[in-house]
Structure formats: C-alpha cells, structure tokens
Nanobody, 124 residues
C-alpha cells in the first residue's frame, strides 16, 4: 500500500525556516509527480509546489515562489519542502500528495495519494 508520512512541522517565528519531509513507501515512484498542499483554517486546500520524481522539474504557487523549495531524494524515497522567510499567512496544515504521471498539476483532485498532514504555525 502506498503511504505518505509527513514530518517536520512545528512553531516558528516570522522570518524563520522549517524543512518538511514526506517519507514515501509502497511502490517505486519513478513516473510519479509529488506535491505539497496546505490548508489554513477556514480556507480551501491550496497548491504549494510539485516535483517530477524522475526528471526533477518543479512548479510553485506564486505565494511561495522564491521562499520555498521542493526537492526529492530518490535513494531515501523522501520529498522535502524547504520553507524560508516564513510569514504568518503560511500557517496551515501541510499535506504531501502523489499522482501517477508527469503533469505538475495544481488541483487537489488530480492526486491519488495523500499523507495525514503536519501542522506549521508561524507567529508574528
């Protein structure tokens, strides 16, 4: 069974950094697209970043471009989200997601597998 397990969330002051990890298991992820989404209280789940497992191509939401970096370590079967210059509006539950194929999709409905999420809280 495919499993995605997020870790690395926590409380950080504005301007600080966090690195989220998504441990992926259950299959070979070559040919898959991996992504991060987030959902703040009272808001819809929104796309943050995506990466092709094999080719490494990436896509970012405008709100995080230049501050966040998505990457993956194939040997460790892990996807990362490095978050720098954090703002209070980045506060949300962050979810790891995966879908077959190489389209860097931004829609939640395009992803087949989801982790349980990890809380990121940025204080002002």
């Amino acid at each position: 069974q495919v499993q995605l397990v997020e870790s690395g969330g926590g409380l950080v002051q504005a301007g600080g950094s966090l690195r989220l990890s998504c441990a992926a298991s259950g299959r070979t992820f070559s040919g898959y697209t991996m992504a991060w989404f987030r959902q703040a209280p009272g808001k819809e789940r929104e796309f943050v970043a995506a990466i092709n497992w094999s080719g490494g191509s990436t896509a970012y939401a405008d709100s995080v471009k230049g501050r966040f970096t998505i990457s993956r370590d194939s040997a460790k079967n892990t996807v990362y989200l490095q978050m720098n210059s954090l703002k209070p509006e980045d506060t949300a539950v962050y979810y790891c997601a995966a879908r077959p194929g190489g389209v860097l999709a931004a829609g939640t409905y395009r992803y087949n597998y989801w982790g349980q999420g990890t809380q990121v809280t940025v204080s002002s």
